[in-house]
């Protein structure tokens, strides 16, 4: 994950009908977390209204349940 990329960030890992989408802003290595623009906010699988304009996540792997199999951030473009 780099600044620029569109990534979908999972609210809890396994469960793909609730998550973020969003243009990284900031990736901190040392926290541990990114940083990005809020594009779309989707719960329980039905598009939300926006609430911010960004959002901060951990990176994948530094969450509670995060594995490689089902990864809870995925870089879409």
Do not use: C, H, W
């Amino acid at each position: 994950m780099k600044v620029g990329d569109i990534v979908k960030s999972l609210d809890f890992n396994g469960n793909d009908k609730t998550y973020m989408i969003g243009k990284v802003l900031v990736v901190s290595e040392e926290l541990g977390v990114f940083g990005a623009k809020l594009i779309e906010r989707v719960v329980e699988g039905n598009t939300k209204p926006l609430k911010a304009e960004t959002f901060t996540a951990p990176l994948q792997g530094n969450s509670m349940f995060d594995n490689a199999e089902m990864p809870r951030v995925t870089v879409i473009a």
